[in-house]
């Protein structure tokens, strides 16, 4: 209990701490005095900003556990078995084809191309009786380099090479009231490893210890692959 203490105080005082920081002067006394131009900038900038990069990294960090664990790969990630940079090439095609798309519409192509490469590369994985742990992440950083070059070359094609590293950089501080929203669907993964946590412990024992349980292998695996997915893509718009 103390460690688990240790841990979350520094993390909550961090938390509060990001409030109070930007190129705007606000301090605790501002807010609790009821100072408008404060509360607006408390309320529309720097609340979102602070949700978001929570919701962010806890859920690529959730996302990689998944990931190792349906792989049985302690190396595998979202960056490491090309899921990111499938969601990329979505994301670029979206640009490309209906460039003046809603967010909604981005994050729905991201998400196809992010689940279609997510379980492709599980594919090729099925097929290779791998069982030396740097394969797996080499295999994916080659399948992810190869998605990742078409995306550059299409990127290149069609000049969208400025928007796309803009967009990569996950900046933060741009995050403001009406414009992040849609990472709340992250919130999706953390409810779903709420209910898939006995069976995924169980897909890490093999499938034909799953299989010997009465658990489908396959459908834990595409959910959970769904479920990385759909954090990855909203992410990545955000």
Do not use: H
Not at 176 to 187: D, K, M, N, P, S
């Amino acid at each position: 209990m103390l460690k688990k203490l240790i841990r979350i105080i520094p993390l909550i005082l961090i938390v509060l701490l990001s409030l109070i920081v930007g190129i705007a002067d606000i301090s605790i006394g501002s807010i609790v005095s009821g100072d408008m131009e404060a509360l607006f900038i408390f309320g529309s900038s720097r609340i979102p900003r602070t949700i978001s990069v929570f919701l962010a990294g806890s859920g690529l960090a959730l996302s990689g556990m998944v990931m190792q664990t349906i792989t049985q790969n302690r190396f595998a990630a979202p960056d490491t078995i090309g899921t990111v940079e499938s969601a990329k090439l979505g994301m670029v095609l979206a640009m490309i084809v209906l460039p003046n798309m809603t967010q909604m519409w981005e994050m729905l192509f991201t998400f196809a191309f992010a689940t279609i490469g997510t379980v492709f590369f599980l594919f090729l994985t099925s097929r290779f009786p791998m069982k030396k742990q740097l394969l797996i992440p080499l295999l994916g950083l080659m399948f992810g380099n190869i998605v990742g070059g078409f995306s550059n070359f299409l990127a290149f094609r069609y000049d969208l090479n400025q928007n796309i590293a803009a967009w990569l950089q996950g900046n933060f501080s741009l995050i403001i009231q009406g414009q992040y929203e849609l990472i709340y669907f992250a919130l999706i993964l953390v409810i779903g490893l709420y209910f898939f946590a006995d069976y995924l412990t169980v897909v890490r024992m093999g499938e034909d210890a799953a299989q010997s349980l009465g658990i489908s292998f396959k459908w834990v695996v595409g959910s959970a692959s769904l479920l990385v997915s759909v954090t990855v893509a909203v992410i990545l718009i955000t």
